[in-house]
């Protein structure tokens, strides 16, 4: 008598078992049935992923059998028997197995209405494939296929055949004879041409020829009647049909990445379109026919030009009034750019542009725009901008409208001033400023509660905007490579807050085998001066402090990295602890000295709200007189780094005027270096391990 434990040590045990309770019970429900519902129901016979590396001999006597599923297991052939005494089966699904070939008397199947051979090896078809006269749905994904059947076209109850992922180069002469196909998707394959009969595929709806190397669409393409869906991306099209039969109801238009170099005059008559991607092609000038609009403007939600030559756009593009998302810049995604154009070359919008009220989604980059209608606020929907690396000098005041705009692309543009009313964005959580001429941020912008990003690298800001102290959500803030020339006593202090993630009480306190820095409290340590053998220290008598190699080596072993790399003109620039101009992943606190204050803040300080489960952060040295005990410090400590390391600061002596207590945070316009670090930080074991995983 076999055990458990046999079943256990022996899998292919455990799946004859499984094979023969699931042929009896089959066989079972076949005597007991009644029921005409219920006979059709146990008619079914399901033997997926029951790793079988050879078809079951006992499935062969089950004449009455119309639903065989043979999903996800290891077969690398069918037996010829099957298709000589299964004349019953309806739906055949032999997906995921790694089936060679078919029998040669496969067509006897010939009641078969539905085939699933995908996600499998084979090379050819059988000739008697033609055969199966009844077959309505063919689905051969991701084989290896080169071929299909001459006489494949006689299969002329087919509506939906799938034999993407191929290695197809050519379709039968007589394919156009399905005439009742609707659903054809060759994508993936190495399609050169289509037979010039296709055109006689009358019923198709939907076609994907995507991913293949067709240069031309033959004249009988132009006379689907019905066609609703075309994906042609990925080709080397030069050139569509001159005329469209289905124009009236095409619905979704994609030919992207080819080289268009013009569009035919029956896109001008797509009156229920509804999505349209000609993005990465070779189109130029004003390419869209000027009855566009007017004829698609109560249809089109998508409209991508994006990555063309484009110089204008008709001047009723304001009739597109259903559209939601318009792409008219780079091609390519934003962390791929360089310093090159990929967008289109508009230098202007229509002046209509502002009754697109419906548009969502609004991609303008990398183009050549000097400025932006005075109607482009009166986008009520926008929610999404990018217009970065442009050539614009100034927004419009109707900019300020936009009050659902949450994120705004201004980046690499020439603007010197915004909008006194920029503020009123009341919604903007991402706003990109950087690579412009701004030399002060507008009163307003400290209305803007909702920010949590705000990049301002790369400008001309002269002294940290006071309204920042009142943007309280920020976690993201880039103020690197300005011009700021504040001396050191207004110099604000932003502590870096790390973003480990609040405590749950019901975990340990161990975090993956490591102590959780969020339960052990950080220590401040205090720099101090190291006394030599022959001099005595004195508590109480308070004297300048001695700057030695040995205090250095102290404040650097205590400083850590902080942000990201900002690829500029220079080259990438990593963000130090030491930069009062960068902070990331965590809320933004400031303390600021009463000459730098407004209002009622406290002269003291004014802090950012934090969540009090919030883990204790580092913070940096209090302030004091520093007094070099050499006159010069690059002599005496030489750089040996074998690649560029942060630069360490030294506050510049006063004279008598003494020094406020408050927190320092070096910058290089009002301090001078003293040492370069000339060892790696050291860093706590498993503090970055999970920085990626979001």
Same mark, same amino acid.
């Given at each position: ?156 109850? &087919? ?6 992922? *191929? ?21 993936? *394959? ?44 990925? *080709? ?46 070779? &189109? ?20 991508? /030009? ?13 009739? &597109? ?6 792409? /008219? ?42 400025? &932006? ?29 936009? *009050? ?90 932003? %502590? ?140 005496? %400590? ?57």
């Amino acid at each position: 008598m076999e055990t458990n434990s046999d079943v256990d040590e022996n899998p292919d045990l455990a799946n004859d078992r499984s094979l023969q309770d699931i042929l009896s019970r089959f066989k079972n429900q076949q005597l007991s049935s009644n029921h005409k519902a219920e006979k059709e129901e146990n008619h079914v016979l399901c033997l997926k992923s029951l790793d079988l590396s050879s078809f079951p001999e006992s499935v062969l006597d089950l004449t009455h059998v119309e639903h065989l599923v043979l999903d996800h297991n290891s077969l690398d052939s069918l037996p010829g028997q099957l298709c000589n005494t299964l004349t019953h089966l309806g739906v055949l699904s032999v997906m995921g197995n790694d089936l060679e070939t078919l029998p040669a008397s496969f067509g006897n199947l010939t009641l078969l209405r539905e085939l699933h051979l995908g996600e499998n090896c084979l090379q050819e078809l059988p000739d008697s494939f033609s055969d199966l006269k009844e077959l309505r749905k063919l689905y051969l994904t991701g084989n290896e296929l080169r071929t299909l059947p001459c006489d494949f076209g006689h299969l002329e109850h &087919l509506e939906i055949f799938m034999v993407d992922e *191929n290695h197809l180069k050519t379709l039968p002469k007589m394919f156009g004879s399905l005439r009742r196909l609707e659903t054809f998707d060759a994508s993936n *394959n190495k399609l050169e041409v289509l037979p010039e009969l296709f055109g006689g595929l009358s019923c198709l709806k939907v076609l994907n020829l995507s991913s293949n190397k067709l240069s031309c669409l033959p004249e009988s393409f132009g006379n689907l009647p019905r066609l609703q869906e075309v994906e042609l991306s990925g *080709n080397s099209l030069s050139f569509l049909t001159k005329d469209l039969k289905s124009s009236h109801c095409l619905k979704k238009l994609y030919v992207d990445n080819n080289v268009l170099k013009e569009l035919p005059s029956w896109v001008g008559l797509l009156s229920s379109i509804q999505e349209m991607s000609l993005r990465d092609n070779k &189109l130029m000038n004003q390419p869209l026919p000027e009855s566009f609009p007017a004829c698609s403007g109560r249809s089109l939600r998508l409209l991508d /030009l994006s990555g063309n030559f484009i110089t204008a756009l008709p001047a009723s593009m304001g009739q &597109l009034e259903t559209l939601e998302s318009l792409h /008219l810049g780079s091609a390519i995604g934003e962390l791929e750019r360089r310093h090159f154009q990929n967008g289109n070359w508009l230098c202007v919008l229509p002046e209509n542009f502002g009754r697109l009220r419906h548009l969502r989604r609004v991609h303008l980059d990398e183009n050549q725009l000097t400025h &932006l209608p005075e109607s482009f606020g009166d986008l009520s929907s926008l929610e999404f901008l990018d217009v970065g690396q442009n050539w614009l000098k100034e927004l419009p005041n109707s900019f300020c409208h936009l *009050n659902n705009l949450q994120f705004c692309q201004l980046s690499k543009n020439h603007l010197q001033l915004l909008p006194s009313n920029f503020g009123h964005l009341s919604s903007l959580v991402d706003l990109r400023l950087d690579n412009n001429m701004l030399g002060e941020l507008p009163e307003s912008f400290a209305e803007l509660q909702t920010l949590r990003t705000l990049d301002l690298f790369c400008n001309e800001l002269r002294e940290v905007p006071g309204a920042l102290k009142y943007l309280t959500n920020i976690t993201r803030l880039d103020m690197d490579k300005n011009k700021f020339s504040l001396p050191p006593e207004l110099v604000p202090n932003i %502590i870096f807050k790390p973003t480990y993630a609040a405590r749950d009480p019901r975990l340990q306190d161990s975090w993956r085998g490591r102590n959780r820095a969020d339960r052990n409290k950080v220590e401040v340590l205090k720099l101090e001066p190291l006394p030599s053998e022959e001099e005595e220290t004195d508590e109480e008598k308070e004297e300048p402090i001695q700057w030695n190699d040995s205090i250095l080596r102290q404040a650097m072993a205590k400083s850590m990295s902080l942000w990201r790399a900002h690829t500029s003109d220079e080259g990438s620039h990593t963000r130090v602890e030491g930069s009062h101009t960068g902070i990331e992943n965590g809320p933004m606190s400031m303390t600021f000295n009463s000459q730098f204050s407004d209002g009622d803040v406290s002269t003291e300080e004014s802090t950012g709200t934090t969540s009090p489960e919030s883990p204790v952060s580092p913070t940096f040295p209090s302030a004091i007189s520093f007094v070099p005990e050499t006159e010069n410090w690059e002599d005496e %400590i030489e750089d040996t780094s074998p690649w560029e390391m942060p630069v360490y600061y030294r506050r510049p002596s006063r004279g008598d005027k003494g020094t406020s207590e408050m927190q320092f945070v070096p910058c290089k316009d009002h301090v001078e270096p003293v040492a370069r670090i000339r060892f790696l930080y050291t860093v706590e074991d498993g503090q970055f391990e999970d920085a990626d995983e979001d």
